[in-house]
């Protein structure tokens, strides 16, 4: 019987076979250090592993490090230990190369400027502001709001000023998208509306992200997995892919498998005890890049 000889492919060529995550975080741990009192541990050794296209929901108990986790991200802080990387760079390099978009629970509009010249400040201030106007108005279309370009935000709604905030990150163009719980302070159908306008935006400009939420429910409807944290200092309890296809109705949430999905993931947040990722990162990763979100 002949002997069939297989040689192993060289290691480069294997490297180069895997695709770049949008985001990888290695054992991540932070503390904040208070003046006369020992230091108080918010993460705890955070693994987090996003592909390209993928939107993955941050969810746990209030005060467990979430919205540090995110920061640290975008890298406008720095961990106590650990390492992350946007695309295979360091997060400041990628914040210079304007890949980095992030959008905070607060509008932080400027009450002096229009809805428009909101919405094109993150131009101004990252390029030149030679089209800035140009993709303002275009973000400002997207999210619904051409009709009021010049309209001051004490003149317009909540809801309207969070859609400026959002227009201002996504008229950026950024690659990853990071946001933290950008519309917690909406009612709900507001809050609905808003989830569902940034999964349309995010998908036609092709950005991943990174959602904090303290919704069970948004997780499950805009997610494609959800990261479950534990109490501070968070560790990950488990990572729960959401199999519901995509695109999502709005009537999505009716459905028996989005109950499971929530049941599932409220079990995990009650028990507070950490299981088994139902597949490795690696697996997830590669699934990804196969079937575009």
């Known amino acids: 019987m002949s002997r069939v000889s297989v040689e192993a492919a060289p290691i480069a060529?294997?490297?180069?076979?895997?695709?770049?995550?949008a985001v990888r975080a290695r054992a991540i741990r932070a503390a904040y250090q208070l003046a006369g009192r020992p230091p108080l541990a918010v993460l705890d050794g955070i693994d987090l592993t996003v592909a390209s296209g993928e939107l993955v929901a941050l969810l746990g108990p209030s005060g467990c490090g979430k919205s540090t986790l995110l920061r640290i991200?975008?890298?406008?802080?720095?961990?106590?230990?650990?390492?992350?990387?946007?695309?295979?760079?360091?997060?400041a390099e990628a914040r210079r190369a304007k890949a980095l978009g992030l959008m905070l629970q607060e509008h932080a509009l400027l009450p002096w400027r229009t809805a428009l010249d909101n919405a094109r400040l993150g131009l101004e201030v990252n390029r030149s502001s030679g089209s800035s106007a140009t993709l303002a108005r275009e973000a400002l279309s997207g999210v619904g709001l051409t009709d009021f370009a010049d309209y001051y935000p004490h003149q317009l709604s909540g809801g309207m000023r969070q859609r400026v905030a959002l227009a201002r990150t996504l008229a950026l163009r950024p690659r990853l998208l990071l946001l933290d719980e950008p519309f917690a302070a909406l009612d709900e159908l507001t809050r609905e509306e808003l989830g569902w306008e940034l999964t349309r935006l995010r998908t036609s400009i092709e950005a991943t992200a990174v959602m904090v939420t303290h919704s069970v429910a948004e997780a499950v409807a805009l997610a494609d997995r959800v990261v479950v944290l534990s109490a501070r200092p968070a560790r990950v309890l488990a990572v729960v892919p959401v199999e519901l296809p995509r695109p999502r109705a709005v009537d999505v949430e009716g459905t028996a498998e989005f109950a499971r999905h929530v049941?599932?993931?409220?079990?995990?947040?009650?028990?507070?005890?950490?299981?088994?990722?139902?597949?490795g990162s690696s697996d997830l990763l590669r699934e990804r890049q196969r079937v575009p979100s």
Do not use: H, N
């Open 13 to 21: 060529e294997l490297t180069r076979s895997e695709p770049v995550p």
């Open 263 to 279: 049941g599932e993931i409220k079990r995990l947040l009650r028990g507070g005890v950490e299981t088994s990722q139902p597949r």
């Open 73 to 91: 991200l975008a890298g406008v802080q720095l961990p106590s230990d650990g390492t992350v990387e946007i695309d295979g760079r360091p997060p």
